[in-house]
């Protein structure tokens, strides 16, 4: 069996043991990808927020029974959260509600420039109007910037599934955001 090489191992293991430094670092370290993925998996702050709270204390709570080598932690807390993510996804289906809640605007303020605001809240609509597994295949390989291999992984296909989800969700965002960037609609590489 080949051990994978794990830039947490030393950390993990230290909060496995109560180091409360470690425990810290990790969070520290962990904290905004969590916070990044849930987020963009979920499209709600709050949600976002308990979602990446559970993965860590989940993470703390399994530490000191890790077993270095058998796959990356950080690869690992990203499957936690994303399974927390579907489980709260799950949850919205079953529940449906006449009218959407009033959420507070989370975009830059108008200082800030409203047109940029405008457009990460389309990018982001768009984003969420993908099938499950495109949007999923985009978070973490664009967003949390993970391998294919790794997002594969994670989301138990092939590599050459992985691209097609890739592939078919890029296209569907060029065609929704098409009036933002013109002329992208048609670069089909």
């Not at 916070?35 to 308990?50: H, N």
Request: with cysteine; hydrophobic share 45%; charged share 30%.
């Amino acid at each position: 069996m080949v051990r994978i090489a794990d830039p947490d191992e030393d950390l993990v293991r230290r909060a496995g043991r109560g180091d409360a430094a470690a425990i810290q670092a990790l969070v520290a370290r962990k904290l905004p990808r969590m916070l990044a993925l849930a987020g963009r998996m979920l499209g709600d702050a709050a949600e976002a927020e308990d979602v990446a709270q559970e993965a860590l204390i989940r993470a703390w709570r399994q530490a000191p029974r890790w077993t270095p080598g058998k796959a990356k932690f950080d690869t690992w807390l990203h499957r936690v959260a994303l399974n927390l993510c579907y489980d709260r996804l799950r949850r919205r289906r079953e529940v449906p509600t006449e009218t959407p809640p009033d959420r507070p605007d989370e975009g830059p303020a108008p200082d800030r420039g409203l047109i940029a605001a405008d457009t990460g809240r389309r990018v982001d609509a768009a984003l969420a109007a993908l099938p499950q597994r495109q949007r999923e295949a985009l978070v973490l390989c664009h967003y949390q910037e993970l391998t294919n291999i790794e997002a594969a992984g994670l989301m138990d296909v092939s590599v050459e599934a992985l691209e097609s989800l890739l592939s078919r969700g890029r296209r569907a965002l060029r065609q929704a955001l098409a009036d933002i960037a013109p002329g992208v609609e048609g670069d089909h590489r």
